[in-house]
């Protein structure tokens, strides 16, 4: 008799899941908050072909729809899902709900309530958000500066497919209303025709060169626009961004791979740029030093610029920062440099602030100060490093020409952790040493370096730029001890993007692409494709 209860008991107990599931509509639903964005997955049955999802925060009962191309299908290990994502999101607690749609009309009854789901705040510090800057510290691009979107603000949504006929209607000065027809074409008028508005692009999946038949998106003499990728999975495939004569421009969670020359170029006269959240993988192959490609981001005559957060997977020459402006102001914070050969950066004349940054794994030099450069080394790690730090023509680089053959510039470092330095690493500090060092040591942050102590070549001195109230920002210093955790988690794509390699089976000091274990992450890059199948527009 008991025994035929307990049968009785699992039947009812399965029905129950049953009718729940089928009530649902959906099963293995996922959800997470991100930077100023909350997404969330679910397989759905087979019959539901389309939602609608609304988001809700915490403090209100009134849920606000998602824009309809935010909702997309995707195919993984021969399983469909589904995945959405809400930008612009104060920090805070959310809640989502999604409603299946059945013969156009919404089916309440099988709709999902997510769990709460937790959205932090981006961390907008850094030159290009100084009230010093020519701007007074407006980088944010087409959103504001809390990171909602303005009522103003026109969204473009660009996939593989609408990269040349996608239409934007855009007002000019005069009242008049004209239709751009392409993405080229919208930047061109936006920038011809209004400087007033927020632009925001969105990019969903993966977009090739051969879609856009350029190689480059070009920002020139725009304002107030963000390209930002939607959701993990948004790659530029063999081509990049360059930006011209721009300010107020905004670069987020987007996977650059293979590109021709750069990743991102900010080629001259640039001003309050910020890049961040973005996945660098390498370019093209080319010859000799240009093996992994060329550079990832190339800094040249702008200044006010934040590169922040983002994750440099196995570059070649990461970032030549600087050329023929002493006013150039650049802030590198929370990167991860993954073994990434050279150029982390590479400075000239400018004055950098490099904090909070992880370094592991670099096979030639980490960061580079030439041609009347001041470099402050802040509260970073280096892990693995062959020259964590360098000056051209003295200390490790004298009479080798590991950056150039060009006269130095000056690194005050401080409060930086060195680990694991091999014996065939250098790192010469100037307690060491009173004229062959890589970096003068300050006992303090707010410490200044001395006058007297100048470059071997070139015989240029510390400008002290970062104890100058009148040109340095506000900013929060992470300890070294925490560099890693925080780096490896929040730098690149959000949730890491899709891309899932790990570069601590590579052989470190490695310039080679076709090295080992680097050699799988290039025919990973190679042979990518995306998982997106479909894209919900005007459902």
């Given at each position: 008799m008991k025994k035929i209860i307990l049968i009785f008991i699992i039947i009812i107990i399965i029905c129950f899941l049953f009718f729940y599931w089928h009530l649902l509509g959906s099963w293995n639903t996922t959800c997470g908050g991100g930077i100023e964005s909350a997404y969330a997955t679910w397989y759905a049955k087979k019959d539901i072909f389309s939602y609608h999802v609304y988001i809700r925060s915490a403090d209100t009962d009134e849920y606000k729809k998602v824009d309809n191309t935010l909702i997309r299908q995707y195919r993984k290990n021969?399983?469909?899902?589904?995945?959405?994502?809400?930008?612009?999101?104060?920090?805070?607690?959310?809640?989502?709900?999604?409603?299946?749609i059945v013969n156009q009309n919404e089916e309440s009854k099988q709709e999902i309530i997510t769990n709460m789901i937790t959205v932090k705040a981006n961390t907008r510090e850094g030159f290009s958000f100084s009230k010093h800057s020519t701007n007074g510290g407006n980088s944010s691009g087409g959103y504001l500066e809390n990171g909602t979107m303005p009522k103003d603000a026109k969204v473009v949504y660009i996939t593989d497919k609408n990269v040349n006929t996608v239409t934007l209607d855009i007002t000019k000065k005069n009242g008049e209303n004209i239709k751009a027809i392409g993405l080229s074409e919208i930047l061109t008028k936006w920038r011809e025709e209004t400087y007033s508005k927020h632009l925001i692009i969105r990019i969903l999946g993966k977009i090739n060169k051969s879609d856009i038949k350029s190689s480059y998106i070009e920002l020139q003499n725009n304002q107030g626009v963000t390209i930002e990728g939607i959701g993990n999975d948004a790659t530029l495939n063999g081509f990049g961004i360059l930006i011209q004569d721009s300010s107020n421009i905004e670069i987020r969670n987007l996977g650059f791979m293979l590109f021709d020359d750069d990743a991102i170029s900010l080629k001259e006269n640039n001003h309050n740029i910020?890049?961040?959240?973005?996945?660098?993988?390498?370019?093209k192959m080319g010859n000799g030093d240009k093996a992994k490609g060329d550079g990832s981001t190339d800094i040249k005559s702008s200044q006010y610029i934040t590169i922040?957060?983002?994750?440099?997977?196995?570059?070649?020459?990461?970032s030549l920062c600087g050329l023929e402006n002493d006013l150039n102001y650049i802030t590198y914070h929370h990167n991860w440099f993954d073994h990434s050969d050279s150029r982390c950066p590479r400075v000239r004349y400018a004055s950098v602030h490099i904090y909070n940054n992880?370094?592991?794994?670099?096979?030639?030099?980490?960061?580079?100060?030439?041609?009347?450069?001041?470099?402050?080394?802040?509260?970073?790690?280096?892990?693995?490093?062959?020259?964590?730090?360098?000056?051209?023509?003295?200390?490790?680089?004298?009479n080798k020409h590991i950056i150039s053959e060009e006269s130095g510039g000056m690194i005050?470092?401080?409060?930086?952790?060195?680990?694991?330095?091999?014996?065939?690493s250098y790192l010469i500090y100037s307690s060491e040493s009173n004229t062959q060092y890589d970096a003068y040591l300050a006992s303090t942050r707010m410490e200044q370096v001395p006058e007297h102590y100048k470059t071997l070549k070139g015989n240029n001195s510390y400008n002290n730029f970062d104890t100058n109230q009148k040109i340095m920002y506000d900013y929060t210093v992470d300890e070294p001890s925490k560099i890693e955790q925080?780096?490896?988690?929040?730098?690149?794509?959000?949730?890491?993007?899709?891309?899932n390699f790990d570069t601590n089976t590579f052989d470190v000091f490695s310039h080679s692409r076709m090295d080992k274990q680097e050699k799988k992450l290039d025919d990973l890059l190679n042979s990518y494709q995306t998982s997106l199948i479909y894209i919900q527009i005007n459902i």
């Open positions: 021969n399983k469909t899902y589904w995945r959405v994502d809400a930008l612009g999101l104060l920090p805070g607690k959310y809640q989502f709900k999604i409603v299946p910020w890049i961040h959240h973005n996945d660098f993988f390498y370019g922040s957060y983002n994750h440099y997977w196995d570059s070649g020459k990461v992880y370094y592991n794994g670099n096979a030639f030099y980490s960061i580079g100060a030439t041609m009347s450069a001041s470099v402050f080394v802040e509260s970073n790690v280096f892990f693995d490093c062959k020259y964590p730090m360098l000056i051209s023509g003295q200390g490790s680089d004298y005050k470092a401080y409060n930086n952790s060195i680990k694991n330095l091999r014996r065939d925080i780096v490896r988690k929040e730098s690149g794509r959000i949730q890491g993007g899709d891309i």
